[in-house]
């Protein structure tokens, strides 16, 4: 009888999420959002960027899915994990394609993450999986079984959605996207379980649809609790420290090499700087069709030449910003 409340409880959970979402996404037809919801907005003053094109050089027999995250690596290459036939996609500085790699290893593309050691980690929603990767496209590590779902006592994952590496090498991976039990998992450098934390709730140490994680210099851990509309901040043994509120939906986190915290809000279509409080002092981005506007904006990342690259999951499009 247990096991049949659990299974009821995160089917009702997955549910409730789905509605809710597309409650935030869709209006009348299906389409869309076309203009900004002012209850999901922050007020902030402009932050100074403009939409173009993302000029990226995509080979006519190469196909880029929808893209779910972004990152730079440290050979100064755009890196766009996307859900589609080629999950990962390399372009070097000038946006010309490098070449593409993962075909046939991923169910649901999530989130991505670069180390101290600038390999690439990736997280598979739907697959359970999180791999790591030397910038050859190696696999140097995987955590979780292909397919297979289940508690990280086991050597399982469900449903992992992003994760971060600390300064010692220590992973930090956030699952449980609707279905599975929404925690903060911690692994050894050598990619052996040592603990978790969260559950299901609203209380401080609790998730929604814990959705993005970034480590800062002090080794303090932010996680995006996304339906739960808040930034949850703890130490890396799981204390709670204290939390930041928002009208929309936090759902990609991105630190720069000196750690200025940036945010993008979902279906909320804003990109947001924050300050030292969770303030946002500065803002850009609405939902739409146009360019620049999102369907979702999923994750960011933002270039040497400071450009800002935003994944889209429902657009689906990459979005990017240049300084005005």
């Not at 597309?22 to 002012?38: A, H, R």
Request: with cysteine.
């Amino acid at each position: 009888m247990t096991i049949l409340k659990h299974f009821i409880h995160t089917q009702v959970r997955f549910l409730l999420f789905l509605l809710l979402s597309l409650g935030f996404v869709l209006k009348g037809n299906g389409q869309v959002l076309e203009g900004p919801d002012p209850h999901q907005m922050e007020d902030a003053p402009d932050l100074g960027f403009k939409a173009v094109a993302h000029g990226l050089e995509i080979p006519a027999d190469v196909e880029m899915g929808a893209p779910s995250s972004v990152v730079w690596t440290k050979e100064n290459h755009l890196v766009v994990f996307n859900r589609g036939p080629n999950p990962l996609m390399e372009f070097d500085a000038e946006g010309k394609f490098v070449r593409s790699w993962g075909q046939g290893d991923y169910v649901r593309p999530h989130g991505m993450r670069l180390d101290p050691d600038g390999n690439i980690w990736t997280t598979d929603v739907n697959g359970h999986t999180v791999r790591k990767m030397n910038l050859a496209g190696e696999v140097l590590l995987t955590l979780g079984k292909f397919g297979q779902p289940g508690e990280p006592e086991d050597g399982l994952l469900f449903e992992p959605t992003d994760l971060t590496v600390n300064d010692e090498g220590e992973v930090f991976i956030l699952v449980g996207h609707g279905r599975g039990t929404p925690q903060l998992l911690k692994y050894n450098h050598h990619g052996e379980f040592i603990k978790k934390w969260g559950g299901a709730g609203t209380g401080p140490g609790e998730f929604d649809t814990p959705h993005s994680i970034v480590v800062d210099q002090r080794g303090q851990i932010y996680v995006a609790d996304r339906q739960n509309r808040r930034i949850q901040i703890f130490d890396d043994e799981g204390g709670y420290i204290r939390e930041w509120a928002y009208k929309g939906l936090p759902c990609g986190l991105h630190f720069t090499p000196d750690y200025q915290l940036y945010m993008v809000s979902g279906f909320a279509g804003e990109i947001l700087k924050l300050d030292g409080n969770g303030n946002a002092i500065a803002a850009t981005g609405e939902p739409g069709k146009k360019l620049g506007e999102f369907g979702e904006a999923h994750y960011m990342t933002i270039a040497p030449s400071g450009d800002i690259f935003v994944a889209d999951t429902v657009k689906p499009d990459l979005h990017r910003f240049i300084q005005r």
